[in-house]
């Protein structure tokens, strides 16, 4: 997982043909937990746990 400097996200995917995807939304920062849990901090300081296609 990561974001870049205009706030989009990208999962990567292991595809060496293809190996970072962009997923909807806009985040600051972005952290993966020890079980796999991914989260997000967006510019208002909002917090999202990924759940999929949605943030939630």
Request: no cysteine.
């Amino acid at each position: 997982w990561g974001v870049n400097a205009n706030a989009n996200i990208y999962r990567y995917t292991g595809d060496d043909a293809n190996p970072w995807v962009q997923i909807p939304g806009a985040l600051t920062d972005i952290g993966a937990a020890a079980d796999g849990t991914v989260w997000g901090v967006n510019a208002a300081g909002d917090i999202y746990r990924y759940i999929g296609d949605q943030a939630g």
